[in-house]
């Protein structure tokens, strides 16, 4: 535990651990002051061999669903994302557990490099970490959310939380699978779904009235604000039972309500928690609501 509270807090190396121990609290560690003298970089670096040889999935696990409890903190609605971490020079080798760089799709734009996949997943209670994981970096992201959402149902102790994701989340396997188990998902809807390309074509076609369903500032301005609005009408999908909800976001008010084909509607948000994210479409299942 002194390693983690030394991450959150300094993030000293290792050598440097015994001065940063010997210059806190020993309280505030939970240790008492005659033991303190123990602790030196030896001991700490065999403490991370046994962390490395141990389950630390399963470990981790445990830590949060101790946390949430304590804090009571609120799996009602999560939100995940993915990113690639790029690596320099001969890498080679591969864990136990099967991770290992590799080539991939690099979201940093570099194809030329070895790489990661790292997974994380937030409560919006907070913003709270709750669930995280590495991959090899040829995995892709369409891949990953069965997984992590077993993972938060298992943290959460059942299928009832809001998962928020992006467009990687929206392929016909991964949206069964969730909605099929009783969970539920808002994504973006990619351009490739032809009930986008169809309703973008509506658009430009004829004037379709809107709603405005919030109103706030601009981050960093004094009198801006963004003007969120839906489009009225009832949007289905053909792959499956889910609603479809298409909005628009602007920085002046529109006093007609009415969209104007040359603005696309390009995001929509969820009404009911003005914290969330702007995004473009939603693919939610039927009884979500």
Partial sequence: MIILYNITLGRQPLYEL??????????????SSEIVGCFNDDRFARALDKLYQAD???LMTAIVVHMID?????????HNDSTTVKAYGNIPGTT?????????????????????????????????????KTYPGNRTDDTTHI?????IRTIAETPGFLYVADCKVCTSRQLAYIVGNDGRVITIMPDTWKESRRFKQELR????????????????????HEYYSLFSGSYGSTKGDYKIYSSCARTQPD????????????????????????????YLPSHAF
């Fill in 255 to 282: 006093p007609r309500m009415c969209f104007r084909p040359s603005h696309l509607p390009v995001q929509c948000i969820d009404p009911s928690h003005p914290q969330t994210k702007t995004l473009r479409s939603w």
């Fill in 205 to 224: 076609a004829e004037k379709k009235v809107k709603r405005r369903i919030l109103v706030r500032k601009l981050a960093g301005g004094e009198s801006q």
């Fill in 147 to 151: 997984e992590t959402w077993n993972t």
């Fill in 96 to 132: 136990r557990t099967g991770l290992k760089m590799a080539q991939g799709h690099s979201k940093d734009h570099r194809p030329d490099l070895k790489q990661l996949l790292f997974n994380l997943t937030i409560s919006s209670d907070g913003a709270v970490p709750i669930h995280y």
């Fill in 18 to 31: 015994p001065q940063w121990v010997r210059s806190t609290d020993p309280g505030c560690l939970g240790v």
């Fill in 70 to 78: 304590v804090v009571d903190l609120s799996l009602a609605r999560v």
């Fill in 56 to 58: 630390r999935a399963s």
